[in-house]
């Protein structure tokens, strides 16, 4: 596709910053990869150190990370990789006036890993779309249910393949006695 | 969330549905209502009119924004970020763009970048606008409101002219802008912002210290700076809390460095501090407007790279390499480099930041939205829980939920 007059090629910057080396040398065998793409400083962690990383990057007072900004996931199905989804976790920290992303591949067969809602509050919602949208399983998450998507969806419509014109029967309207029972519940 | 057993004790809650002086109910608020800003739902656990417990539920507009930009060729996802918040699309346009270019390594001229700014900053103060505005007529202030609609129509005017529409602006490209400034803008510019500024000034002297207004929104909502934090507040919300981040500072991006300007921060984080903190927000964006006016360099409106914008005429029909261009953008559209980045700006409701993945192939991997209201929306049963039925209406008002950023 893409032709002999399109833009150069800009290689990836492979430099570890300070909060690299600072995981690196706190979590060594977690630290799968790095790199500053356009100098958002970017660090591959195994699947089950995501939550010990986590409590790391809260608590030291050398991170600060206090804002959770942003859960999502990454379908690399045509990419031809070895893992077919990554998740990707964005910080901010206030303190250091830094930001971060901390990625996790997931494999197909097991897509699932520790939820960090009990850390930041904002991962609880964040934890249930990506569980909507891509069908990952946050362990130990509070309430793990579908957030956009209505409960009787099937499938997960942010898959690579998930067919974008694929339609899904209309639910019958139900009865609101269904759903709660006024007043009896406690 | 809240303690029922000590609730359930002091109402002595039955088991009885017919005795509803002393049990809690659940009762289903929405969809809509909530004085209508949005479609969303509030399961909430009533004892009389106190709200024991909520759960928001919301989903109920959305419209596959990520899996059909996915499906999309990249500049063909600028339209659908109109819709995003749409009471401030040219905020969207602009993040959006701004964070293909930070992909392509680029940045657009200087003089589309100050026109960026003031356009930007006329879309926070319509925003502004129209949740403060709307947050203070649902509460009985309707004057306020139609002031401020007034004023919402001149800043309309002034979108319409620079774009040709007024909502679905679809305004910005990969490196520039879609338009110049238009004749006589910054005239027109001026005059609108003097007309703002006099309404500003009556509005200020109808609702700030009027004692209706302050009983229902003052210590109402509150949310602590800690717990803001943890859920992620960006923006006016967590501004109101007292924690000074806004974007525009903290990560300066456009240029919004060479200009002047303050960050309002309220200090109890309560309905009352949202609404000064956005009121003088809009202060901040007229001086920044006028500073952005005043400092406006002449030059190009969109870059000269090769492959981001289609060639001149002129090109295209005196020399072969116009024609090759030409030639490529229709038929292949743009391929941002291979990589990943998120480009964070400052949106109406806080951080909305996009991160993008490209394969190189000019098919977008990933377009994600880092939605800033969803973290509000969230966040409303522990701004609720303990206040009565009647006052999720102003701190639904003044959280500023968008669906259209919301449900995406």
């Not at chain 2, 409303?380 to 959280?399: C, E, K, L, N």
């Amino acid at each position: 596709m893409s032709g002999s007059i399109s833009n150069s090629e800009i290689k990836v910057t492979r430099d570890a910053g300070e909060l690299t080396s600072l995981l690196k040398q706190k979590f060594p065998k977690a630290v799968l990869n790095f790199h500053a793409h356009r100098s958002d400083e970017t660090i591959v962690i195994e699947r089950d150190s995501l939550h010990s990383v986590c409590i790391f990057l809260h608590e030291d007072s050398r991170c600060a990370f206090e804002i959770m900004l942003d859960i999502t996931v990454v379908d690399l199905l045509e990419m031809n990789m070895n893992h077919r989804f990554e998740m990707v976790y964005h910080f901010k920290s206030l303190t250091h006036a830094s930001r971060i992303r901390i990625k996790v591949p997931l494999n197909e067969d097991d897509c699932r890993l520790a939820s960090i809602s009990n850390i930041w509050k904002s991962a609880d919602w964040y934890e249930r779309e990506c569980f909507d949208m891509f069908g990952i399983v946050f362990e130990g998450h509070p309430n793990l249910k579908r957030i956009l998507m209505y409960e009787e969806f099937e499938g997960h419509p942010l898959r690579k393949d998930y067919p974008i014109d694929k339609q899904q029967p209309l639910m019958e309207l139900k009865e609101i006695e269904e759903r709660h029972t006024y007043g009896r519940e406690l | 969330m809240t303690d029922m057993t000590t609730l359930q004790a002091r109402t002595g809650t039955s088991s009885s549905s017919t005795d509803f002086s002393s049990s809690v109910m659940t009762i289903e608020i929405g969809p809509a209502h909530p004085a209508m800003h949005g479609i969303v739902r509030f399961t909430t656990k009533l004892d009389g009119e106190l709200i024991v417990e909520m759960e928001p539920e919301i989903g109920y507009l959305h419209r596959g924004f990520e899996k059909e930009s996915e499906n999309s060729k990249w500049i063909q996802v600028i339209p659908y970020t109109d819709r995003l918040n749409y009471v401030s699309p040219l905020l969207c346009n602009i993040g959006y763009s701004m964070a293909v270019e930070k992909l392509y390594g680029i940045q657009a001229p200087r003089r589309a970048e100050f026109t960026r700014v003031i356009m930007g900053e006329i879309s926070r103060i319509t925003d502004h606008l129209t949740c403060v505005g709307a947050a203070a007529m649902e509460i009985g202030a309707f004057t306020f409101f139609l002031w401020f609609i007034k004023a919402r129509e001149y800043l309309w005017e002034l979108v319409e002219e620079m774009t040709g529409a007024r909502l679905t602006t679809n305004w910005t490209r990969f490196g520039g802008n879609s338009m110049d400034l238009p004749d006589g803008f910054l005239s027109d510019l001026e005059d609108r912002l003097s007309k703002l500024e006099s309404i500003m000034e009556e509005c200020d002297k109808l609702l700030t210290r009027n004692k209706i207004f302050i009983d229902r929104v003052k210590d109402v909502g509150a949310i602590s700076k800690e717990d803001a934090l943890s859920y992620g507040f960006s923006g006016p919300m967590l501004r109101a809390c007292g924690i000074p981040y806004d974007v525009r500072r903290a990560d300066p991006y456009s240029v919004y460095d060479e200009l002047d300007f303050e960050i309002p921060v309220g200090s109890t984080g309560d309905c009352f501090d949202r609404f000064l903190v956005r009121m003088e927000e809009i202060r901040q964006s007229t001086s920044i407007i006028k500073q952005a006016a005043d400092k406006m360099p002449a030059g190009p409106f969109m870059t000269d790279e090769r492959m981001l914008h289609y060639p001149d005429k002129k090109d295209v029909y005196g020399n072969i390499e116009g024609l090759i261009d030409h030639f490529k953008m229709v038929m292949e559209g743009h391929h941002p480099p291979e990589g990943e980045i998120y480009m964070p700006t400052e949106g109406g409701n806080g951080e909305f930041g996009f991160y993008l993945v490209s394969d190189g192939s000019g098919d977008p991997v990933r377009v994600r939205l880092r939605p800033p209201c969803f973290n509000f929306v969230q966040a409303m049963p522990i701004m609720t829980v303990g206040h009565y039925v009647a006052d999720i209406v102003p701190i639904f008002g003044s959280i500023n939920m968008i669906g259209g950023e919301l449900d995406r």
